[in-house]
């Protein structure tokens, strides 16, 4: 047995490229590629967090799109991976519907060190000892605000590959590739 | 020095849900999301496979709009990434833009056991040792045709996590952990 392991994505507060805060659109492949990638890695479910309600709306739309109408029939398993999908004005409201701040674990992912990090191996014997259950939390845009980053419990590392600077993954990627260094099967 | 890697999305031909062998449409973001990814692991180019020539030419509509528009001035970095895309008719034009079949190793990648496969840690050892450059190929639909498998070099195993028995990654996210584990800093 290991902790429980929910995957946030934030749209509010995150940054634009000049580093301003702002809020970013629903992207529908976001919704799709992260809860498919988060029921590969047995995550107990998905937070879109977005302030606006009528992107909220979009999201139950697409949900209920898959969930009811004939593409859930079509592709099952898409339809699976979008049970996991919740989607909530804040994120306290994320840590409300999971018992509370203090119930749990939040960590924060970044392209950039923006405080001492975690690595992915230390993230990974963490996750596979006893303890509450950890939110693994994304941001969309240029990335999460520096308050959601300083106000988490840890960080992990940024991703990189090949020895190259290169830091510009998209959201999609950065976090199917960090479920799979924190519980891939090896 | 490593193995030149290369990264391949075929189009055709692929397999649908009935296992027949079809032509699928190219979609922007795994033309941006697979780009981003192999500029990251450090990959020296990323082909689109199609035979559709007004598919080919939405792909060079696009790469013109990062690569001369004003995109490309507003994200530097993705133009960075969509510099290593070519989009090709065949998996034939591919093998000759880098030399031939016989100058290179052509891995494919498959969410199902086709054939004895070999794992990542295998595939990241021979990547440092020397040996001719290696195509990466993934499947777009519901994977690739057995033909483009049965004449591959090597098959790399199925990727899963947590134990879990669903495998329904998005093309974008396996290609994202695949590179990672075959090129990513540990």
Not at 2 to 9: E, F, G, I
Not at 14 to 28: F, S
Not at 31 to 59: K, N
Not at 77 to 88: F, G, I, Q, T
């Amino acid at each position: 047995v290991s902790r429980a392991l929910h995957v946030v994505l934030v749209h509010y507060p995150v940054l634009d490229a000049a580093k301003a805060i702002v809020t970013t659109a629903i992207t529908n492949l976001d919704i799709h590629d992260i809860a498919r990638s988060a029921r590969t890695f047995g995550c107990g479910s998905y937070f879109l967090v977005h302030p606006i309600e009528a992107q909220r709306a979009l999201v139950a739309r697409i949900l209920t799109h898959w969930q009811e109408g004939s593409s859930g029939r079509r592709i099952p398993a898409r339809k699976d991976a979008l049970a996991l999908v919740r989607a909530v004005p804040t994120l306290e409201d994320v840590y409300n519907e999971l018992g509370g701040r203090d119930a749990i674990e939040v960590w924060v992912t970044s392209a950039q060190v923006a405080r001492p990090p975690i690595s992915f191996a230390e993230g990974r014997v963490r996750l596979e000892g006893a303890g509450p259950p950890v939110l693994l939390v994304f941001g969309t845009g240029w990335g999460l605000a520096p308050e959601v980053i300083a106000a988490a419990d840890a960080a992990l590392e940024p991703i990189s590959g090949a020895g190259a600077p290169y830091k510009h993954l998209s959201v999609r990627a950065a976090c199917a590739i960090a479920l799979d260094r924190l519980r891939g099967d090896r």
